[in-house]
T-cell receptor
Framework: AQKITQTQPGMFVQEKEAVTLDCTYD???????LFWYKQPSSGEMIFLIY??????QNATEGRYSLNFQKARKSANLVISASQLGDSAMYFC??????????????FGAGTRLAVHP | KAGVTQTPRYLIKTRGQQVTLSCSPI?????VSWYQQTPGQGLQFLFE???????NKGNFPGRFSGRQFSNSRSEMNVSTLELGDSALYLC?????????????FGPGTRLTVT
């Protein structure tokens, strides 16, 4: 069964330091995509980064990088040089490229990140 | 390029009423998906539309329905509202259905049922 697990309900980090948010997943589909979204208190879901299951290199987008360890079914988000504006909920999500190609995302429970000055 | 827009942003309804939420995807995107977010259940998939056809549906009662128009705009309807329907409703658009493509979300509609 498809499942996303985020084991850290809350995380604290000092401004300008790096932080890693954990995400593990479970799927039997060899083709899938992994996503990270940021949700500020306003509620909007902001797309951060995407990793395809066949991508050879870890995805990077500015200060965000995805540490993809396929054998361990792990897709941790690394935020470098944290900023106060990074304080938000972070969700890991997965989509399987199942027959028919449905765009259904399975989300984890989220990690609330607080960046301290 | 404009992002995903959702209207209204906030809504207060009474139990038993019905409500219609609207979502306009990013220009050129043909797939629209809807999600419900509650503190207890988290983010849950409602349904997805592509080319005016519902392609997939989550585990929600028949009171939840939707449709998509020829311009890819989508609406979702909840009839006979219950207190438990209070939630943030998010829609997401994607370029195509199938394959692995990014999904971009709108700001959401916060529905409160009293």
């Amino acid at each position: 069964a498809q499942k996303i697990t985020q084991t850290q309900p809350g995380m604290f980090v000092q401004e300008k330091e790096a932080v890693t948010l954990d995400c593990t997943y479970d799927t039997s589909d060899p083709s899938y995509g992994l996503f990270w979204y940021k949700q500020p208190s306003s509620g909007e879901m902001i797309f951060l980064i995407y990793q395809g299951s066949y991508d050879q290199q870890n995805a990077t987008e500015g200060r965000y990088s995805l540490n993809f360890q396929k054998a361990r079914k792990s897709a941790n988000l690394v935020i470098s040089a944290s900023q106060l504006g990074d304080s938000a909920m972070y969700f890991c999500a997965m989509r399987e490229a199942i027959s028919g190609g449905y765009n259904k995302l399975i989300f984890g429970a989220g990690t609330r990140l607080a960046v301290h000055p | 390029k404009a992002g995903v827009t959702q209207t209204p942003r906030y809504l207060i309804k009474t139990r038993g009423q019905q409500v219609t939420l609207s979502c306009s995807p990013i220009s050129g995107h043909r797939s629209v998906s809807w999600y419900q977010q509650t503190p207890g259940q988290g983010l849950q998939f409602l349904f997805e539309y592509f080319s005016e056809t519902q392609r997939n549906k989550g585990n929600f009662p028949g009171r939840f329905s939707g449709r998509q128009f020829s311009n890819s705009r989508s609406e979702m309807n909840v009839s006979t509202l219950e207190l438990g329907d209070s939630a943030l409703y998010l829609c997401a658009s994607s370029l195509v259905a199938g394959g692995i493509y990014e999904q971009y979300f709108g700001p959401g509609t916060r529905l409160t049922v009293t």
